[in-house]
Nanobody, 119 residues
Framework: QVQLEESGGGLVQAGGSLRLSCAAS????????MGWFRQAPGKEREFVAA????????YYADSVKGRFTISREYAKNTVYLQMNSLKPEDTAVYYC????????????WGQGTQVTVSS
């Protein structure tokens, strides 16, 4: 079992930056691929980014490529999502996830953190 807790969401103006953090519990953090998904109002949940369990591979949705960066810090059992050049369409609840599938690590989910980008 992996428990995930997100933090770092908030309100930011378009063009600004935010960094989301996700603290994972348990000794098995290093065995899982980690990811971020998001869900905007009235829309389906969508994949945002993922990082491999060993940290050598990352994947991004086309909509965030070049603007978002996912990373993980093993010593702190934490995964990050650095979000730059934010757009109003990035407004959503962001979920941290962990799983065995590299490009869609969705076995475990956090509660989510709200990100709102104003125009």
């Amino acid at each position: 079992q992996v428990q995930l807790e997100e933090s770092g969401g908030g309100l930011v103006q378009a063009g600004g930056s935010l960094r989301l953090s996700c603290a994972a519990s348990g000794r098995t953090f290093s065995r899982y691929n980690m990811g971020w998904f998001r869900q905007a109002p009235g829309k389906e949940r969508e994949f945002v980014a993922a990082v491999s369990w060993i940290g050598d591979s990352t994947y991004y949705a086309d909509s965030v490529k070049g603007r978002f960066t996912i990373s993980r810090e093993y010593a702190k059992n934490t995964v990050y999502l650095q979000m730059n050049s934010l757009k109003p369409e990035d407004t959503a609840v962001y979920y941290c996830t962990a799983g065995v599938r590299l490009r869609r690590p969705d076995d475990y989910w956090g509660q989510g953190t709200q990100v709102t980008v104003s125009s």
